[in-house]
């Protein structure tokens, strides 16, 4: 290809900045939203991978059949059967949790919370396992009455208040707190320690928002003696996980039990449609962005009729000007997906930065290889398609008449 046809090409775009630039924006718009969306989506894939690797152990018993992890505080199951389960080959830790939505005070500061109920000795061998650690202080004692656990953003104000900002408190070992039991009344606990942030996993979204408290305590705040909302399981070896799932369904047929695993792909699927939806939304915004190189193209070929028809006549062949109509769209196309593709990433982090200040412990996003291969394939293809057909009309042109054209 001449360097000439490329320099010519240049200028003719150079000549037309409003125009190019409004014709490149539609290119711009659809790459950065598609390369936004495909980072973030990206981003939580890994994330809920990396969740479902280290969590791939646990077992959790819900009450009732069909029950699913969202239902946990509608029903209990009997404490007792605890034991049982702990006899089976492979459990290494099993936690019994009672679940209540209630409210918890703080210096005059009022807000809804999840409280778990959990005996101290088993939930800290199971939490040992599974994580996260401690940031500070303690787990609460074994025969602890009035301690408590806090959550990372519980303990670190990662809440917000009414004005929809955040608390900023910081709740340290040895302050006290108040949980309100069903009937509305105050118990106090001091706080013995807080976990550090989990994320937005399956169990660790509970845990970042939950306040821990002796199982025993929660029992008589609900006046429910030996009841418990879910037992969580973690089995020895990933490989038992089956069987261990098979031990306790025929210990409890009445019950509902499933991998941990399970709950996250079902997330996993929801969050895959989902973005498989966004990217449906992005092609469309990249389909329109096309059409608008196909009418700035067609529409430049129909004004610069005399122009071409000049290049005709001073003996340049219609393949220098099919290379010249070409190469507009081309760089017009080429020029916005690089724009394009930078302005994503940055959108990308600016997006979840946002999310953020409302949830925390989003995943960064991740700008995958492939995206760049094919966001950049995609872009020089449409170029490709979106200029054959102006660039093929200009060079059947003829020099004569062409010429004649009035502008």
């Known amino acids: 290809m001449d360097r000439e046809v490329l320099k010519i090409a240049f200028r003719n775009l150079h000549r037309r900045k409003v125009r190019t630039l409004f014709t490149m924006l ?44 969202w239902t946990i505080g509608t029903s209990t199951l009997d404490q007792d059967v605890v034991g049982r389960i702990a ?31 959990v005996v101290p000795r088993d939930a800290q061998k199971f939490y040992a396992l599974t994580g996260p650690p401690m940031q500070r202080g303690q787990f609460m004692p074994q025969g602890s009455l009035s301690k408590a656990v806090l959550g990372y953003s519980i303990a670190n104000g990662k809440i917000h208040n009414a004005r929809g900002g955040y608390l900023n408190w910081e709740i340290l070992p040895g302050q006290t707190i108040e949980v309100f039991d069903a009937n509305g009344n105050p118990w106090e606990f001091k706080v013995s320690g807080n976990f550090q942030e989990s994320g937005q996993s399956f169990i660790g979204g509970f845990i970042d928002t939950s306040v821990f408290v002796p199982l025993g305590t929660l029992q008589k705040m609900y006046n429910e003696p030996g009841k418990v909302s879910f037992i969580e399981i973690w089995v020895d070896d990933v490989n038992f996980v089956n069987y261990v799932k098979e031990r306790v369904s025929k210990l409890l047929p009445t019950a509902t039990v499933i991998t941990e695993r399970q709950g996250i792909k079902t997330v996993f699927q929801i969050e895959e449609m989902l973005n498989n939806l966004l990217i449906g939304i992005g092609s469309i915004a990249l389909l329109v962005g096309a059409l608008g190189v196909v009418n700035t193209l067609l529409t430049s070929v129909m004004e610069r009729t005399r122009e071409i028809g000049t290049y005709r006549a001073l003996g340049a062949k219609k393949r220098f000007i099919l290379e010249m109509i070409l190469l507009e769209g081309l760089m017009l196309t080429i020029i916005g997906g690089i724009i394009g593709f930078v302005s994503g990433i940055f959108m990308a982090d600016v997006v979840v930065e946002l999310l953020r200040q409302r949830t925390s412990g989003l995943p960064n996003p991740v700008v995958d290889l492939r995206v760049v291969a094919v966001a950049f394939g995609v872009t020089l293809l449409i170029g490709i398609l979106a200029s054959v057909y102006p660039a093929k009309k200009a060079a059947e042109l003829r020099p004569a008449e062409a010429i004649r054209h009035v502008e």
């Open 87 to 117: 006899h089976i080959n492979h459990v290494e830790a099993v936690n019994p949790v009672l679940l209540k939505f209630t409210e918890m005070e703080y210096r005059g500061w009022r807000i809804p919370v999840t409280v778990m109920g």
């Open 26 to 69: 539609g290119i711009i718009i659809a790459i950065a939203s598609i390369t936004a969306l495909v980072s973030i989506a990206e981003g939580f894939q890994i994330s809920i991978a990396q969740t479902l690797q280290s969590t791939s152990n646990v077992i959790i018993v819900l009450p009732g059949m069909g029950a699913s992890i």
